[in-house]
């Protein structure tokens, strides 16, 4: 077969929204059943425990569960509520109804972007599907994260603002990440009502945590009662995140070698600043918020922000931003070939240097370690997103 002919047979199968979907899926459900019967996945077992433990009467948030299951659970307490019905499955289905329930709503939250993003759907798509598998085969929750960030922008879009909030604080209450997309909400209709609800819906689902209290009568009354109880669980959540940090192992910016010994002492007021500067930017771009393409790079800006400057960055977590990047690269009536050598590095940095089959873990790590190529050119993705959203148009 000529090879023109194999790269057209190729290339036709790839522009294919369900052959690439069904790529994926295969992919997925091969990821995980090898973890389950290798007994890996770690991650999974950390809900699930912690999950378990909670609704015992127990606390996760305790150097006992780390050595235990060699990583800390870093998530708030709501979590362990809204995971608890996957508990009730057989203990071998959980893990695939995790994983290959958070792939198929991954690609239905990309399929329902907005009609402006429809020519680039596959597109985006394709390009974070090989970081999509990577956090699947490792159970992550960034995946969520990241899908309801996109399903609120869609819904933000289509004027449905209550349900965009109720997503943007269920994912806010389960880790924190995803409070920065209310900023967005200063860009649609009704915004005041819009955060009162969001004020509503946060105190509801910080409350949560009271279920499990009252379902364990025993632990609660120990404590001192259901309140007392869930206020000492949330203390021992913040104990524990203050204990975790760790400059070895992160991948952002405030670990980035040359960075490193000016930015990591001083990570919260590096922090603060970097986000002060955000928000002057966004308030200062107040006559653009009606525009499709400034609300993306914001919200390309915001994520790129809560990965770079994040505590306890992983290569995984980087999913989170990416979406919304890509969006502002493709909605950018012209790319340049320094756009297209950053999105080119981009993509071998995150989705084919991390990926075992593809490239061996010590040259990756290698790489990582010595140049922090993956983080340097994200971080100039980042700016000239920024910059691309400031510019005169």
């Known amino acids: 077969m000529p090879f023109n002919s194999i790269?057209?047979?190729?290339?036709?199968?790839f522009r294919n929204e369900r052959n690439v979907f069904l790529l994926g899926l295969a992919v997925a459900f091969v990821a995980t059943l090898l973890e389950v019967i290798r007994g890996r996945a770690s991650n999974y077992y950390v809900y699930s425990d912690a999950t378990r433990m909670i609704w015992d009467g127990l606390s996760p948030y305790t150097e006992q569960f780390?050595?235990?299951?060699?990583?800390?659970?870093?998530?708030?307490?709501?979590?362990?509520?809204?995971?608890?019905?996957?508990?009730?499955?057989?203990?071998?289905?959980?893990?695939?109804?995790?994983?290959i329930g958070?792939?198929?709503?991954m690609f239905l939250a990309i399929a329902t972007l907005p009609s402006t993003l429809r020519p680039y759907r596959n597109c985006i798509f394709l390009f974070l599907l090989p970081i999509l598998l990577q956090s699947i085969f490792c159970y992550q929750y960034n995946v969520v994260v990241c899908y309801i960030?996109?399903?609120?922008f869609t819904l933000l879009e289509r004027g449905k603002g209550l349900w965009a909030v109720l997503l943007i604080m269920l994912s806010a209450c389960t880790k924190v990440y995803g409070i920065v997309e209310l900023a967005l909400l200063f860009c649609y209709p009704k915004a005041w009502r819009n955060f009162g609800f969001a004020i509503l819906c946060g105190a509801a689902m910080l409350a949560l945590p009271i279920l499990p209290a009252l379902a364990n009568g025993a632990a609660a009354t120990a404590a001192g009662g259901p309140g007392e109880w869930v206020i000492s669980l949330y203390s021992q959540m913040v104990d524990i995140s203050n204990t975790h940090h760790n400059a070895v192992d992160y991948v952002g910016l405030l670990f980035a070698r040359g960075l490193n010994p000016l930015l990591l002492p001083?990570?919260?007021?590096?922090?603060?600043?970097?986000?002060?500067?955000?928000?002057?930017i966004f308030f200062a771009m107040h006559r653009r918020w009606k525009d499709i393409r400034f609300r993306i790079q914001a919200l390309a800006a915001l994520t790129g922000y809560i990965i770079l400057f994040s505590d306890?960055?992983?290569t995984h977590t980087y999913i989170i931003a990416m979406p919304f990047w890509l969006m502002a690269f493709w909605l950018q009536p012209?790319?340049?070939?320094?756009?297209?050598?950053?999105?080119?590095?981009?993509?071998?940095?995150?989705?084919?240097?991390?990926?075992?089959?593809?490239?061996?873990?010590?040259?990756?790590?290698?790489?990582?370690q010595t140049f922090w190529l993956d983080v340097y050119s994200f971080t100039l993705c980042w700016l000239i997103n920024i910059y691309y959203a400031v510019r005169p148009r």
């Open 7 to 13: 790269t057209s047979r190729i290339t036709s199968f």
């Open 66 to 99: 780390v050595s235990e299951h060699g990583r800390y659970f870093l998530y708030l307490p709501p979590f362990s509520v809204i995971f608890a019905p996957i508990l009730l499955l057989p203990q071998w289905l959980g893990p695939f109804v995790w994983n």
């Open 102 to 105: 958070n792939y198929c709503l």
């Open 149 to 152: 960030f996109i399903f609120a």
């Open 266 to 280: 001083n990570y919260r007021l590096v922090q603060v600043c970097v986000l002060a500067v955000l928000a002057v």
């Open 312 to 314: 306890c960055p992983e």
């Open 334 to 368: 012209r790319r340049t070939w320094i756009d297209w050598t950053l999105f080119w590095l981009v993509f071998v940095n995150f989705s084919i240097l991390p990926t075992d089959v593809l490239c061996p873990p010590k040259v990756h790590d290698f790489i990582h």
